[in-house]
């Protein structure tokens, strides 16, 4: 009865294997380890509560959706940065770029796409 806990020897290191392979995978061509579900669009966060966590000094949002805040692309003390808290859209007056929810992930972690996008729908790469 006991015996049975005694297995995962092998199954860890099948588990170790995976994740290399993932990454030498992704080195060279970037295929199958990054493949995004269909309907990654809808499953991205809410960008009211992405930003809110991300985004210091985060304003009110207007009623288009957009709201003010610090830009963390840049030393920011005048809330450079607008997003939209309803499409993820973002921009910095400053000249950091603008782009939408997923860009900003990007330029936020370093990520390249495929991974930022699957560190936002929880996913594990
Ligand atoms: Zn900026």
Not at 47 to 60: E, M, N, T
Not at 90 to 101: E, I, Q, R, V
């Amino acid at each position: 009865m006991i015996q049975k806990r005694r297995s995962p020897g092998g199954n860890r290191g099948h588990a170790h294997a995976g994740r290399l392979g993932a990454r030498q995978v992704y080195g060279k061509n970037g295929l199958n380890s990054t493949r995004l579900p269909e309907n990654w669009r809808e499953r991205l966060p809410d960008p009211r509560s992405y930003y809110r966590k991300r985004v210091a000094k985060l304003g009110k949002a207007q009623g288009d959706g957009w709201a003010q805040g610090q830009c963390p692309f840049h030393q920011d003390r005048n809330a450079s940065l607008t997003v939209n808290l309803s499409h993820g859209g973002w921009m910095c007056f400053a000249g950091c770029d603008s782009g939408d929810l997923v860009s900003f992930h990007m330029r936020l972690t370093g990520l390249p796409f495929k991974v930022a996008v699957r560190a936002l729908l929880g996913l594990r790469s």
